[in-house]
Nanobody, 124 residues
Framework: QVQLVESGGGLVQTGGSLRLSCAAS????????MGWFRQAPGKERQFVAG????????YNTDSTKGRFTISRDNAKNTVYLQMNTLEPEETGVYYC?????????????????WGQGTQVTVSS
């Protein structure tokens, strides 16, 4: 069992930056794949970035490459999402998710645990 709590969301202007954090509890955090997703109002949850259990492999969508960086600190049971040069269309609730089977990737159904989300609003 893994519990996830996101933080770090807020209001930022176009071109600004935010750093999201996801604190996990549970003994298996250091062995599981973690991902970040975004859900805009009225839209499906979309994959943003993922990271393997040891941090050796990361995966970004084409739209976030070079701007968003996912990282993790297994000693602190925390995964981060550094977001730079934010755009208004990236407004939404950001969720972290854990895949205890280590499949990972962009499909939400692969993930077993979800946080409650943190709101990110990018103003134009």
């Amino acid at each position: 069992q893994v519990q996830l709590v996101e933080s770090g969301g807020g209001l930022v202007q176009t071109g600004g930056s935010l750093r999201l954090s996801c604190a996990a509890s549970g003994r298996t955090f250091s062995r599981i794949y973690m991902g970040w997703f975004r859900q805009a109002p009225g839209k499906e949850r979309q994959f943003v970035a993922g990271i393997s259990w040891n941090g050796a492999s990361t995966y970004n969508t084409d739209s976030t490459k070079g701007r968003f960086t996912i990282s993790r600190d297994n000693a602190k049971n925390t995964v981060y999402l550094q977001m730079n040069t934010l755009e208004p269309e990236e407004t939404g609730v950001y969720y972290c998710a854990a895949d205890e089977h280590n499949v990972g990737g962009p499909r939400a159904y692969e993930y077993d645990y979800w946080g409650q989300g943190t709101q990110v609003t990018v103003s134009s």
